[in-house]
């Protein structure tokens, strides 16, 4: 599978964010799976990418043009993408991914996250969402979307993509053997369920 990671170009305080960070990128190698990325080789996105070369694995970093040209080049990967912004980085993401993975990190990160959400919420995707929930560090925003059902402002039907795991092997287990659900499926009474 091409699988997108989303996750940040700083390194976090938090040492168990890097670890699982450099397990995943492990695990895609191993797993014969390509990482598609944005491109840095700093923070939890060189951490990644950095692990999934290390084991053999493809590597294809997605990087907007108005970086510098020494900053483009010095990215190690199997493959370069150039993009124009930011917003063109995140519809190539969605094109030529099979799913998606979001690490803990930034704004950047939770914005690629409902930006996939949202594309699938409006059928223009059809691919799942992943959540490495490592030391529960999106149980605010899963939290959220609970609230927002309780309130009448979103459906956790439409959630149905979301698939949310601590650990990475467990995570890409689930997302291997995704297949679209029903509009109110397991995904969804789980996410309920935990209310």
Known sequence: MNISVFCGATLPSNIHFIQAAS???TLLASAGHTLLY???NLGLMGTVSSAA????????G??????????ILSQPVSELVRVASIAER???????????IALPGGIG?????????????????SKPMGLLN???FFNPQIEMLRRMESEGLYNL???????????????????ASFVPLPADGPVARRLRSKA
């Open 157 to 175: 039907s439409n959630a149905r993509y979301l698939i949310v795991d601590d650990q990475p092997e467990g995570l890409l287990q689930m997302l």
């Open 62 to 71: 997605v990087i907007p043009s108005f970086f510098s040209e020494e900053i």
């Open 109 to 125: 990160t939770l914005d690629e996250v409902f930006e996939v959400l949202v594309a699938n919420q409006l059928g223009q995707c």
């Open 38 to 40: 944005g491109g840095s």
């Open 23 to 25: 397990q995943l990128g």
């Open 90 to 100: 995140k519809e190539y993401l969605i094109a030529h991914s099979d799913a998606f």
């Open 53 to 60: 070369l290390a084991g053999g694995g493809h590597v294809v």
């Open 134 to 136: 490592t030391q529960g």
